[in-house]
């Protein structure tokens, strides 16, 4: 041990924290970060799914370090620069038909939502933004005004109107979850809230956050022909699970559907910071400098953000997280069988959710042990859901068979230990999670 968790805890704020065990990290390679106890844990974090290419990757390496050897300014504010239009060009080849028109850029899922709850409600002449509960979209003002995690309380804004995502799990099933989240939504338009005053509905394709949700077949297919009735705008909140995690590369694929806007974030930069959003002409050109911070659009991370489209293509890793991901849940399902805590497995590709229960309540409290247990036996994973009970997997997209096997392994030791009273509840004093 180095002392650096213990240094940081004296010069760094907490406010940003969100942690679940006392780990500081030195490096990383691929899947696995090495800490400063020299210890090698395997990431099936990948930082929230930032590190989409996993960490130190030789293609990131090389763009971040061509583009700062002769560097074209540090923002596309007031110069165009090569890497962001090389981005944007690219960007625009990777969505439907109906949201290729123009690219904006920030650093963060954040503020690239929040620009967009301002830009249709600006271009739209619309006042009203429905989004689900249990969405996250972000951490500034703005775009926890259009979220609905209860980690976001207090935040939302008056013209917010939130709806509930399906949750077949907890509904008994796909067909009930369904057909309940779509009655609550077709009254909701026919009586409380007049759909021609709603500018856009913020959909995530798997609700990542709020539990791991993925929808049940043809629900956001009945979503799209509700919102082209009353001309809503469609935006897909890709920044999670999004750029092939999915196993599809737009999360919206998989529902057959076509949203009128994308946003992309963590995994886009790799590790940097970076955050697009695409969709129509007419309304990411509403207006001049109507949203910016000054060193949004800088070649470095659009080099970076390049570098990783370009990687996933070359490397089929769309392809490898549909297959490493499907022997990941495959695994996982067997886990299922012989762990009484596990209550459900549930994702697609690299983006699964293992919820926990205990006498048929969520198991907040194992959760957390599993978690602080896999760290001490080598398996970084966080756990995410309204009820803070499931386990999230974002692992790198290049994760191999043998690490996801590893990784199950040491969850499986884990799970037995919380099971049986090994892992002291004491730990959790200092990690309150989320
Ligand atoms: C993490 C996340 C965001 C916010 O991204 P930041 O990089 O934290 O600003 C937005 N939407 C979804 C679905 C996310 O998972």
Same mark, same amino acid.
């Given at each position: 041990?180095?002392?650096?968790?213990?240094?940081?805890? /004296?010069?760094?704020?907490?406010?940003? &924290?969100? /942690?679940?065990?006392?780990?500081?990290?030195?490096?990383?390679?691929? =899947?696995?970060?090495?800490?400063?106890?020299?210890?090698?844990?395997?990431?099936?974090?990948?930082?929230?799914?930032?590190?989409?290419?996993?960490?130190?990757?030789? +293609?990131?390496?090389?763009?971040?370090?061509?583009?700062?050897?002769?560097?074209?300014?540090?923002?596309?504010?007031?110069?165009?620069?090569?890497?962001?239009?090389?981005?944007?060009?690219?960007?625009?080849?990777?969505?439907?038909?109906?949201?290729?028109?123009?690219?904006?850029?920030?650093?963060?899922?954040?503020?690239?939502?929040?620009?967009? +709850?301002?830009?249709?409600?600006?271009?739209?002449?619309?006042?009203?933004?429905?989004?689900?509960?249990?969405?996250?979209?972000?951490?500034?003002?703005?775009?926890?005004?259009?979220?609905?995690?209860? +980690?976001?309380?207090?935040?939302?804004?008056?013209?917010?109107? *939130?709806?509930?995502?399906?949750?077949?799990?907890?509904?008994?099933?796909?067909?009930?979850?369904?057909?309940? =989240?779509?009655?609550?939504?077709?009254?909701?338009?026919?009586?409380?809230?007049?759909?021609?005053?709603?500018?856009?509905?913020?959909?995530?394709?798997?609700?990542?956050?709020?539990?791991?949700?993925?929808?049940?077949?043809?629900?956001?297919?009945?979503?799209?022909?509700?919102?082209?009735?009353?001309?809503?705008?469609?935006?897909?909140?890709?920044?999670?699970?999004?750029?092939?995690?999915?196993?599809?590369?737009?999360?919206?694929?998989?529902?057959?559907?076509?949203?009128?806007?994308?946003?992309?974030?963590?995994?886009?930069?790799?590790?940097?910071?970076?955050?697009?959003?695409?969709?129509?002409?007419?309304?990411?050109? &509403?207006?001049?400098?109507?949203?910016?911070?000054?060193?949004?659009?800088?070649?470095?991370?659009?080099?970076?953000? *390049?570098?990783?489209?370009?990687?996933?293509?070359?490397?089929?890793?769309?392809?490898?997280?549909?297959?490493?991901?499907?022997?990941?849940?495959?695994?996982?399902?067997? *886990?299922?069988?012989?762990?009484?805590?596990?209550?459900?497995?549930?994702?697609?590709?690299?983006?699964?959710?293992?919820?926990?229960?205990?006498?048929?309540?969520?198991?907040?409290?194992?959760?957390?042990?599993?978690?602080?247990?896999?760290?001490?036996?080598?398996?970084?994973?966080?756990?995410?859901?309204?009820?803070?009970?499931? *386990?999230?997997?974002?692992?790198?997209?290049?994760?191999?068979?043998?690490?996801?096997?590893?990784?199950?392994?040491?969850?499986?030791?884990?799970?037995?230990?919380?099971?049986?009273?090994?892992?002291?509840?004491?730990?959790?004093?200092?990690?309150?999670?989320?």
């Amino acid at each position: 041990m180095s002392g650096l968790y213990a240094r940081e805890s /004296r010069s760094v704020s907490t406010m940003a &924290h969100l /942690r679940f065990f006392p780990q500081a990290v030195v490096g990383g390679s691929g =899947a696995y970060l090495t800490g400063d106890d020299g210890r090698k844990l395997l990431d099936f974090a990948a930082s929230w799914g930032a590190a989409s290419l996993g960490h130190s990757h030789p +293609a990131i390496r090389e763009a971040v370090n061509r583009a700062l050897c002769d560097q074209a300014g540090a923002s596309y504010l007031s110069t165009a620069n090569e890497p962001s239009v090389l981005l944007a060009e690219k960007l625009l080849s990777l969505v439907p038909e109906r949201a290729r028109g123009r690219v904006w850029f920030g650093h963060s899922g954040s503020d690239a939502n929040e620009t967009v +709850a301002r830009m249709v409600v600006a271009a739209t002449g619309r006042p009203r933004i429905l989004a689900f509960n249990g969405a996250y979209h972000g951490g500034t003002v703005g775009s926890m005004a259009v979220s609905g995690h209860p +980690a976001q309380q207090g935040a939302r804004a008056k013209d917010l109107t *939130l709806v509930p995502y399906p949750n077949s799990y907890a509904a008994g099933s796909p067909e009930a979850a369904k057909d309940a =989240a779509l009655a609550y939504l077709e009254k909701l338009l026919a009586t409380e809230i007049p759909p021609q005053e709603i500018a856009a509905f913020f959909i995530e394709p798997i609700q990542s956050d709020g539990g791991m949700l993925v929808p049940p077949e043809g629900f956001f297919k009945d979503v799209e022909a509700l919102c082209r009735t009353h001309g809503i705008l469609i935006v897909s909140d890709e920044v999670k699970v999004g750029l092939g995690r999915s196993g599809r590369f737009n999360a919206f694929e998989h529902a057959g559907i076509e949203p009128d806007i994308v946003v992309f974030g963590k995994g886009l930069g790799g590790g940097l910071p970076v955050s697009a959003v695409v969709g129509p002409e007419a309304i990411l050109n &509403h207006a001049v400098a109507f949203s910016l911070q000054t060193v949004h659009g800088n070649p470095v991370c659009a080099a970076a953000a *390049l570098a990783v489209l370009q990687t996933i293509e070359r490397d089929n890793l769309v392809a490898n997280a549909e297959r490493t991901g499907r022997m990941l849940r495959e695994a996982l399902d067997r *886990l299922a069988t012989r762990h009484a805590l596990i209550g459900n497995v549930r994702g697609r590709g690299l983006a699964l959710g293992v919820e926990l229960v205990a006498n048929g309540a969520p198991a907040l409290r194992q959760t957390a042990l599993a978690v602080y247990r896999a760290f001490q036996l080598g398996l970084v994973l966080y756990y995410v859901g309204v009820n803070s009970n499931v *386990l999230e997997f974002t692992p790198p997209l290049t994760l191999t068979e043998a690490e996801a096997q590893e990784g199950v392994a040491i969850l499986d030791q884990a799970l037995a230990d919380v099971a049986a009273g090994r892992v002291d509840e004491a730990l959790l004093a200092d990690f309150a999670g989320w």
